[in-house]
């Protein structure tokens, strides 16, 4: 069983940057497809971010893209999300996930961290 454990996320202006970070335990890190969703007040999860094993792929979501960067250090056992030109529609939580490879679904989930946007 995998545990995932998120960090960093806070309160921030608008134009601000923060960066959250995920910790796993319990699984073999490195074998996992990793993404990162939020989920705002009376809203759907969305997906945001995503990247495969290996750190080569990534894709992002429309809304993100150019001011989100996701990243993963498979020694730490870490995946990153770091945030730039925040708005106050990022306002979510933000929640990573785990999805062995060649299943096509995300399988872990962490408890995800509060990021909330001042205008």
């Known amino acids: 069983q995998v545990r995932l454990v998120e960090s960093g996320g806070g309160l921030v202006q608008a134009g601000g940057s923060l960066s959250l970070s995920c910790a796993a335990s319990?699984?073999?890190?490195?074998?996992?497809?990793m993404g990162w969703f939020r989920q705002a007040p009376g809203k759907e999860r969305e997906f945001v971010a995503g990247?495969?094993?290996?750190?080569?792929?990534?894709v992002y979501s429309d809304s993100v893209k150019g001011r989100f960067t996701i990243s993963r250090d498979n020694a730490k056992n870490t995946v990153y999300l770091q945030m730039n030109s925040l708005k106050p529609e990022d306002t979510a939580v933000y929640y990573c996930?785990?999805?062995?490879?060649?299943?096509?679904?995300?399988?872990?989930w962490g408890q995800g961290t509060q990021v909330t946007v001042s205008s």
């Open positions: 996930a785990a999805s062995n490879v060649g299943t096509g679904s995300y399988d872990y």
């Open positions: 319990g699984g073999t890190f490195s074998r996992y497809t």
């Open positions: 990247i495969t094993w290996n750190g080569i792929n990534n």
